[in-house]
């Protein structure tokens, strides 16, 4: 039972322009969102969060954006840089001091 | 180092024998969980610990699978018996305050393959 989905495996976007990561969860008492970066051979950073109080947080070129109704959350990129190549993961936690990751979007960033 | 480490940061051993993964968290975090990453999938919650004791061991795969954490610092990851579906890296993660603020500080991984 896959709770939080990253539909989409891989994405690539042109320099300079924006990027689109969406997510996708299934349990409505998911109370706090998170992203994360990991590049090739390295543990995943911490990258935005979002309060489910809350539909946006932003900081710096990124974005987050909190649908509850429709159970579904994004993060935006903009500009996009090429060392934002990576993979990115949705996660989500409940209180219980885990949390549910997606499968994770590769995203390309092409010269 | 200052950041969480894992050793080894490579394993291949044989079906059915028995591996130990360490972790090493950052100095000070009580908080300490692991994670698996296998091939095309997400990151998969094993394990948490809060200090020495383990509130959440929801997502051992089987009972091959155990953890211990000494000190309130380094844990080591045990799979008895290895399997092929056991092929993954393991991730272990810190944390001082827990996951709610995404201070949860991943090490490198280790990769592990069984033939």
């Known amino acids: 039972d896959q709770q939080v989905k990253q539909n989409s495996p891989s994405l690539s976007v042109q320099e300079g322009r924006i990027s689109i990561l969406n997510c996708d969860y299934t349990n409505s008492m998911f109370d706090y969102f998170l992203w994360y970066k990991k590049y090739p051979a390295e543990g995943p950073t911490f990258l935005i969060s979002i309060s489910s109080i809350k539909d946006k947080n932003e900081d710096g070129r990124f974005t987050v954006f909190l649908n509850k109704s429709a159970k579904h959350l994004s993060l935006h990129i903009v500009p996009s840089q090429p060392g934002d190549s990576a993979v990115y993961f949705c996660?989500?936690?409940?209180?219980?001091?885990?949390?549910?990751f997606g499968q994770g979007t590769r995203l390309t960033i092409n010269p | 180092g200052a950041g969480v480490s894992q050793s080894p940061s490579n394993k291949v051993t044989e079906k059915g024998k028995d591996v130990e993964l360490r972790c090493d968290p950052i100095s000070g975090h009580t908080a300490l969980y692991w994670y698996r990453q296998s091939l095309g999938q997400g990151l998969e919650f094993l394990i948490y610990?809060?200090?020495?004791?383990?509130?959440?061991k929801s997502g051992l795969p089987s009972d091959r699978f155990s953890a211990e954490r000494t000190g309130g610092s380094v844990s080591t990851l045990t799979i008895q018996r290895t399997q092929q579906e056991d092929s993954a890296v393991y991730l272990c993660?810190?944390?001082?305050?827990?996951?709610?603020?995404?201070?949860?500080?991943f090490g490198e991984g280790s990769r592990l393959t069984v033939l």
């Open positions: 993660a810190s944390s001082l305050r827990g996951v709610n603020t995404g201070e949860l500080f």
């Open positions: 996660a989500a936690e409940q209180g219980a001091q885990k949390l549910v």
């Open positions: 610990f809060q200090g020495n004791s383990a509130p959440d």
